[in-house]
C-alpha cells in the first residue's frame, strides 16, 4: 500500500515538473513601425529629370551622337532640358558645343574633298540654333570657303603614280594600284584617288575595286597633281 501511494506521490510530481516546464508560446514583442521614406516634392521631381536628360546629353555628345540616333542623341535631350528650364545654362552651352562638333566635322570632311559629307554636316550645324544669328554667320563663313575650296595639299604618306604608266596603264601600275587596294581593305581606309583627269581617275578605282572583289572600297576622285593615291582614315 505504501509503495503504491508513494508512486502515486511521485507521478504527481512528474506531472507537475512537466507541466511547469513547458513551454507556452512567446508574446509578440512591438516593433516600431518602419518610417515612410519622404516623398519628393514636384520641383525636387523635376531637377532630378532635368540633371538625368544633362547626363545623357553628355554621354551622348562626347559618342559624337549629336542630332542621331533618334532614341539616343544629345540635341533631343537638351532641347527637352530647354524646354523646361528656358535659360539652362549647361543645355545653352551643349547646343553650342554641337554645332562647333558639326562645323568641326565639316571642315575635316572638306579636308578629305567629301564636300557633299562636308554640307550635310553643315545644314545640321544650321539647324541646331537657326535663330542664333552667331552660329549662322559661322555656317555661312564655312559654306564660303567650301564654294572656294584652297588647293588640297599633298599628305605626307601619299602614293605618288607614274603618269606615264598611268597613260600606258602598265602591269607595274596595276600591281602597285592592287596593293593599295589590299592596304586600305586591310585597315578599312578611305581612298582618295588624285590625277590629271576624271576618266583616268575613274580607270584607278575600277582597277582598285578589282582587286579587292567582294570589298566595297570607298573614295573619291579628284583632278589635280602630282598624281597619288591617299589613304584616309574612315571619318
Same mark, same amino acid.
Given at each position: 500500500?505504501?509503495?503504491?501511494?508513494?508512486?502515486?506521490?511521485?507521478?504527481?510530481?512528474?506531472?507537475?515538473?512537466?507541466?511547469?516546464?513547458?513551454?507556452?508560446?512567446?508574446?509578440?514583442?512591438?516593433?516600431?513601425?518602419?518610417?515612410?521614406?519622404?516623398?519628393?516634392?514636384?520641383?525636387?521631381?523635376?531637377?532630378?529629370?532635368?540633371?538625368?536628360?544633362?547626363?545623357?546629353?553628355?554621354?551622348?555628345?562626347?559618342?559624337?551622337?549629336?542630332?542621331?540616333?533618334?532614341?539616343?542623341?544629345?540635341?533631343?535631350?537638351?532641347?527637352?532640358?530647354?524646354?523646361?528650364?528656358?535659360?539652362?545654362?549647361?543645355?545653352?552651352?551643349?547646343?553650342?558645343?554641337?554645332?562647333?562638333?558639326?562645323?568641326?566635322?565639316?571642315?575635316?570632311?572638306?579636308?578629305?574633298?567629301?564636300?557633299?559629307?562636308?554640307?550635310?554636316?553643315?545644314?545640321?550645324?544650321?539647324?541646331?540654333?537657326?535663330?542664333?544669328?552667331?552660329?549662322?554667320?559661322?555656317?555661312?563663313?564655312?559654306?564660303? +570657303? $567650301? /564654294? *572656294?575650296?584652297?588647293?588640297?595639299?599633298?599628305? !605626307?604618306? %601619299? =602614293?605618288?603614280?607614274? #603618269?606615264? +604608266? $598611268? /597613260? *600606258?596603264?602598265?602591269?607595274?601600275?596595276?600591281? !602597285?594600284? %592592287? =596593293?593599295?587596294?589590299? #592596304?586600305?581593305?586591310?585597315?578599312?581606309?578611305?581612298?582618295?584617288?588624285?590625277?590629271?583627269?576624271?576618266?583616268?581617275?575613274?580607270?584607278?578605282?575600277?582597277?582598285?575595286?578589282?582587286?579587292?572583289?567582294?570589298?566595297?572600297?570607298?573614295?573619291?576622285?579628284?583632278?589635280?597633281?602630282?598624281?597619288?593615291?591617299?589613304?584616309?582614315?574612315?571619318?
Amino acid at each position: 500500500m505504501f509503495t503504491v501511494k508513494k508512486t502515486l506521490v511521485w507521478g504527481w510530481m512528474l506531472c507537475a515538473a512537466l507541466a511547469g516546464c513547458a513551454t507556452s508560446p512567446p508574446e509578440p514583442v512591438d516593433r516600431p513601425a518602419p518610417e515612410p521614406k519622404p516623398q519628393l516634392t514636384e520641383a525636387q521631381k523635376r531637377e532630378r529629370y532635368i540633371a538625368d536628360l544633362l547626363y545623357g546629353a553628355e554621354r551622348a555628345l562626347s559618342r559624337d551622337r549629336l542630332m542621331m540616333p533618334g532614341y539616343d542623341n544629345a540635341y533631343d535631350r537638351y532641347s527637352s532640358v530647354l524646354a523646361l528650364e528656358p535659360n539652362n545654362s549647361e543645355a545653352k552651352l551643349g547646343m553650342q558645343a554641337i554645332v562647333l562638333r558639326y562645323l568641326d566635322m565639316a571642315r575635316n570632311a572638306a579636308q578629305r574633298s567629301y564636300f557633299d559629307k562636308a554640307q550635310a554636316y553643315l545644314d545640321r550645324a544650321s539647324g541646331v540654333l537657326p535663330d542664333n544669328a552667331a552660329v549662322q554667320s559661322l555656317v555661312d563663313q564655312q559654306r564660303e +570657303a $567650301l /564654294a *572656294k575650296p584652297e588647293p588640297r595639299l599633298e599628305a !605626307q604618306n %601619299a =602614293h605618288r603614280l607614274s #603618269t606615264t +604608266a $598611268l /597613260a *600606258k596603264r602598265t602591269d607595274e601600275i596595276k600591281q !602597285q594600284l %592592287a =596593293h593599295l587596294a589590299q #592596304t586600305a581593305k586591310e585597315h578599312n581606309h578611305m581612298v582618295l584617288i588624285v590625277t590629271g583627269s576624271d576618266g583616268q581617275g575613274r580607270w584607278v578605282y575600277q582597277t582598285m575595286r578589282k582587286a579587292v572583289p567582294g570589298y566595297l572600297l570607298r573614295g573619291d576622285i579628284q583632278v589635280g597633281a602630282p598624281a597619288r593615291i591617299e589613304l584616309l582614315p574612315p571619318l
